[in-house]
């Protein structure tokens, strides 16, 4: 019997094109297939550090089809590398599907580390990082963010998400309204790109300013 291959989760910069490990371009340069989330996105990497590997994406909107092939390429043997647009994969996005069903099926998952934005904005926070808690995007539905926010009323861990540039208003609004406007806030945008901004503010001046601006980039909140 033909022995499985191995899905290597590979981390990709989050903006800065060097910050990417000797080990992460080894294993995109050895892998027999690239799964990723956006083939525009992963081919300026590849390009970038002239490597080949073919790709195919991996599309949630057809997560059937996707996860078949995957199952498929690990039974044929093969490596498959798997990569998000950017920093981790599997974190707070779909990838954790194939994590799944690769190891239902009995083949080997190795995770390649390096950059990932949720720790980039935890250590330039200089609050608490003994204990924390990584809470994703919050949901959309009305009904689920009063739920999840209510989660967060009595929090006394230092919290991190992610959000969008289209509900950054909103949610740092929201989370005025339960953990106060003195609540310490680090609002990172587009870390390690040349437009990265660390803003050391409160909720209340966060959801100030909000109110005032139009958003854009790629947002961590501490």
Known sequence: MKSLGTLFLVSVP???????????????????LLFVEDKRVTSALLKHYQIATPQTRYDTRRLTESLALLKETLEAGKNVAFVSDA??????????????????????????????????????SGMATGRFTFEGFPPVAPSDRHAFFTTLENESRTIILYETPRRLRSTLCTLERYLGSERRLLLAKDLTKPSESLTHTTLG??????????????????
Do not use: F, W
């Not at 966060?206 to 958003?215: D, F, R, V, Y």
């Open 205 to 222: 001046m966060a959801c100030h300013t909000a109110e005032k601006e139009t958003p854009k980039g790629e947002y961590t909140l501490v």
């Open 14 to 32: 989050i903006g800065n094109l060097a910050d990417i490990t000797l080990r992460a371009l080894e294993t995109l340069k050895n892998a027999d």
């Open 87 to 124: 920093g981790t994969p599997a974190i707070a996005d779909p990838g954790n599907r194939a994590v799944q069903e690769a190891l239902e099926m009995g083949a080997k998952v190795v995770a390649v580390p390096g950059a990932s934005a949720l720790l980039t904005a935890l250590l330039s």
